[in-house]
């Protein structure tokens, strides 16, 4: 069942982000500056970088886990599995807490950082597919081209931000990062970041990605997309990967020419 929503939502997405929607919005290409492990089963729904390593949570039902993963060696230093019954989805971190969003289910988790022990749960309306914040507020994606901006105490709905590329609105918002002052944001079924403004909700940049990895890399996989965005503030340090992904990149951002990229 899961496999047929993903191929509608393929076409869906191809009509959604028509060539037009892009044309007038600058596009950045990216160079490897550095390759990592990622376990190649991981079907990745959210992750960050924090002092020192990567959180990361996996989706599927029955295979849904929150991990703490080693850069170096991709290895999972601490993991938490989630029962059968949800589909793990974005991750953030707040004040020694981690927060987690499930698919379909409306219910999320809190967990305690530092052990992954629940510490408590909270609802939500609609899907839920990713996590990020800034010093202030969570920003939660739902597939919607509108963000969410949650209260970090009572993780209630404060506000809300559509995003639009070129006046158009931008579905299938998925995995986010914070990145100084901008929201990045992979479209899924796609190889784009949306960069975006959280003032106005315009993206202002588009980063492409093609080419990071094969379809041999992922063995054909059509589910294999990039999903997962980290940020390291300390050092400045952009890091992507996708799901089921054998590698886990930081990347540099190059400008191209023109708007379109071309």
């Known amino acids: 069942m899961i496999q047929r929503f993903w191929r509608l939502a393929t076409l869906l997405a191809a009509l959604v982000l028509a060539p037009g929607a892009w044309a007038a919005i600058p596009v950045y290409g990216v160079e490897v500056v550095h390759a990592y492990p990622h376990d190649p089963q991981a079907f990745t729904e959210g992750l960050f970088y924090l002092n ?16 703490k993963v080693d850069p170096a060696s991709g290895r999972v230093l601490q993991s938490r599995d989630l029962s059968p019954t949800y589909f793990g989805e974005g991750i953030v971190d707040w004040r020694g807490r981690l927060v987690q969003l499930t698919w379909v289910n ?6 305690d950082l530092a052990t992954f022990r629940p510490i408590g749960r909270f609802s939500y309306p609609g899907e839920g597919w990713a996590l990020t914040r800034n010093a202030r507020q969570i920003i939660m994606s739902d597939g919607t081209p509108q ?16 995003v639009t590329a070129d ?34 909700g315009h993206v202002v940049g588009w980063i492409d990605l093609t080419g990071l990895v094969s379809p041999q890399d ?6 294999a997309v990039a ?6 503030a300390v ?3 952009l890091f992507v990967t996708g799901k089921l992904w054998p590698k ?12 379109d990229g071309g």
């Open 235 to 237: 050092q400045d340090r």
């Open 52 to 67: 020192g390593s990567f959180y990361e949570s996996t989706g599927l039902n029955g295979h849904s886990q929150i991990r």
């Open 106 to 111: 409306h219910v999320g988790f809190i967990y």
């Open 248 to 259: 886990l990149f930081e990347i540099q951002l190059v400008r191209r020419t023109g708007a």
């Open 147 to 162: 963000l969410r901006f949650l209260d970090p105490a009572t993780l209630k709905e404060v506000r809300r931000l559509t």
């Open 218 to 223: 992922t063995g054909g996989n059509e589910d």
């Open 227 to 232: 999903n997962g965005i980290a940020y390291d």
């Open 167 to 200: 006046g158009v609105p931008v579905k299938n918002v998925n995995e986010l990062e914070w990145v100084k002052g901008e929201i990045y944001a992979n479209i899924w079924l796609t190889s784009r970041i949306a960069r975006i403004d959280p003032a106005t």
